[in-house]
């Protein structure tokens, strides 16, 4: 079947715009992106990206990470058509902007999240996504006799690599609340930690850039130790108070401004109502609510959201992405009225309410 009447040589210099492709060609493309994955993944396990900032030669590439030399070759010569390395004419591979975002020594890393998309145990849920199309249940659940929480705490290698991915994922989105929300009208602002998913970042970012606020950091006790080093090291010490505590529980009181990232997503809606509640007895009248969460568009538009919705599918039961319209029910089922919602340069928006 003929797809197209240009010559080879003129379709190579000038390729198709994905809109001008045949459907076939755009499916098939579609189909093969799980290769392209886990070529990415397998690139960061190696750590090929720390090792090109310099360019090298295939043969020094190979001979450090210690693989087969044309292998990995046929490997980059794939990655690099997708302007993650690049070739030249010498033979010397080459980081781009993509690629360096597989190094490891940078602030928004992107290898462990690399890394975690090609384990083992990623690649099995997503192989399992018939049961959970067809039951609703959990693969992950199904295929591992357990919940994925079980399976976190029992594989350390595991569970190091999920928080690594979460943080990383989640530092651009830290970025991108700070650039597109004015923080100084409030006085005590409240991060709710995320549990593995909670550094203590961002609430250190706002204070540094709004010296007269006081912050409160709450979390697992695991996970405030970390974070009281970060607030020791950024000389916050003396404007941020450490709480331990469970969001199912009770939330610390009296702040006019409360932050919950990538929590509420985890839950089925009579869970989450029933964190948010606790923050509605705890927020200030006059305060605000702030959930950084991924916002489903409407329509065929395309969404990561969309995607990962299936993957919380897959992965623990009751997770769920919404729509503005399922977060507007949700905050009104806990005493609370959606005023706005903020897109940023990143898969997360900011859903800011207030109490009713």
């Not at 550094?199 to 006790?221: C, E, H, M, R, W």
Request: glycine share 6%; proline share 5%.
């Amino acid at each position: 079947m003929v797809l197209s009447q240009q010559k080879p040589q003129d379709a190579a210099k000038n390729p198709p715009a994905p809109q001008q492709m045949p459907p076939q060609v755009r499916i098939l493309q579609m189909m093969n992106a799980y290769r392209l994955a886990q070529s990415i993944s397998v690139a960061a396990k190696l750590g090929i990206a720390d090792l090109l900032t310099q360019p090298q030669s295939i043969t020094a590439l190979a001979q450090a990470t210690a693989t087969h030399e044309q292998s990995l070759y046929r490997l980059l010569r794939v990655l690099a058509s997708f302007d993650i390395f690049t070739e030249d004419e010498n033979g010397l591979f080459h980081l781009t902007p993509r690629g360096a975002l597989l190094q490891s020594n940078i602030s928004n890393s992107l290898r462990d999240y690399a890394i975690v998309v090609g384990e083992k145990w990623h690649w099995r849920m997503w192989g399992g996504i018939l049961h959970s199309i067809k039951t609703g249940e959990p693969a992950f659940d199904h295929l591992f006799g357990m919940e994925f929480q079980e399976y976190y705490q029992q594989n350390p290698e595991v569970a190091k690599n999920f928080d690594g991915a979460m943080v990383s994922a989640l530092a651009m989105t830290d970025v991108a609340i700070l650039a597109n929300y004015d923080f100084t009208a409030f006085e005590r602002v409240v991060d709710i930690g995320t549990g593995s998913q909670g550094d203590g970042k961002l609430i250190a970012s706002i204070l540094k850039n709004n010296p007269s606020q006081q912050g409160v950091y709450f979390d697992t006790p695991t996970r405030i130790e970390q974070v009281k080093r970060l607030i020791e090291v950024t000389e916050l010490s003396d404007r941020t108070q450490l709480v331990t505590g469970d969001v199912f529980q009770s939330f610390p009181p009296g702040g006019d401004l409360y932050i919950i990232k990538n929590l509420i997503h985890d839950y089925d809606d009579d869970r989450a109502i029933a964190i948010l509640k606790n923050c509605r007895q705890a927020i200030a009248t006059h305060g605000k609510l702030l959930l950084i969460e991924m916002v489903i568009p409407p329509g065929n538009e395309p969404s990561l959201g969309k995607i990962l919705d299936v993957e919380a599918l897959l992965m623990s039961r009751g997770a769920i992405e919404r729509t503005q319209e399922q977060y507007q029910q949700l905050l009104a089922a806990a005493g609370f009225q959606l005023t706005n919602i903020i897109s940023s340069r990143s898969p997360m928006s900011i859903i800011e309410s207030i109490p009713t």
